[in-house]
């Protein structure tokens, strides 16, 4: 990568912070670290006023105060920062909430260095990628927007607008997947074809994260997912997206 990647720390042991710190370090990370979820805000605000934004956050789930998984839902709403949530072996229930709370990843103690590392690298190629795409389109070419239901996507910002003209931010991830529903609205679509159209998120997918990913934009679409209307669940087959898009 053309400049080095910057990674934040979260966790209250400082053995830890300072073993996650001097192994990405020698593999070449701007490391910096934080032991609560309120030291870790401001590292963030210090770092994009500095204008060297974060590429990737490792956070504990459980942080004295602010705990993980709101800081995690924070920093979803206004950020594409890569999360990799770091959880003790028996959080099967914190991580699956993680996961919903917009989390890209998870590792689980005791850390392997080599997989931390791997899933890090894959990562922060997918947050590079989501941050800079109006760099790489052709000067004055602007998507339409698209209609379907009573939403409107503008997919240069990646976001909804409702009647109202409120609008709602998607991550990387949530765009991709409405893309994918928008392109073949009608048709059921497999958890396996869902996986092979958004792969070029940098990140593999499983079947459990797709689910997460489709109640994450169901949210965002304010689709009931107990009466869904937009994206039903066909049992056994995978997900059907109802609404007919049209240009805007």
């Not at 989501?130 to 209609?147: C, D, E, I």
């Not at 928008?182 to 159209?197: E, F, I, V």
Request: hydrophobic share 40%; net charge negative; with cysteine.
């Amino acid at each position: 990568m053309a400049m080095t990647s910057r990674v934040l720390i979260v966790d209250d042991d400082p053995v830890i912070r300072e073993l996650l710190q001097a192994y990405l370090g020698e593999e070449g990370y701007d490391v910096l670290c934080a032991g609560t979820a309120e030291q870790a805000e401001a590292t963030l605000v210090e770092a994009e006023q500095a204008e060297q934004p974060v590429d990737l956050v490792m956070l504990d789930i459980r942080l004295p105060g602010k705990d993980g998984l709101t800081l995690t839902r924070e920093l979803r709403v206004r950020s594409e920062v890569g999360i990799i949530l770091i959880t003790g072996r028996n959080d099967d229930i914190d991580r699956i909430v993680g996961l919903e709370c917009g989390a890209d990843d998870y590792v689980i103690k005791p850390l392997n260095p080599r997989e931390l590392v791997s899933r890090a690298k894959n990562l922060i190629r997918r947050v590079r990628h989501a941050r800079q795409p109006a760099a790489t389109a052709a000067p004055g070419s602007r998507q339409h927007h698209k209609r379907f239901a009573h939403w409107t996507l503008d997919p240069d910002r990646r976001r909804l607008i409702d009647r109202d003209g409120s609008e709602t931010p998607l991550t990387h991830g949530e765009f991709q997947l409405l893309g994918v529903f928008l392109r073949n609205t009608g048709h059921t679509l497999s958890r396996d074809q869902l996986m092979d159209q958004i792969r070029n998120r940098e990140w593999l997918p499983n079947d459990r994260s797709i689910d997460v990913l489709v109640g994450r934009l169901r949210r965002k679409l304010r689709d009931d997912p107990a009466e869904p209307e937009l994206i039903i669940t066909i049992h056994g087959a995978g997900y059907l997206f109802t609404a007919t898009p049209a240009d805007a």
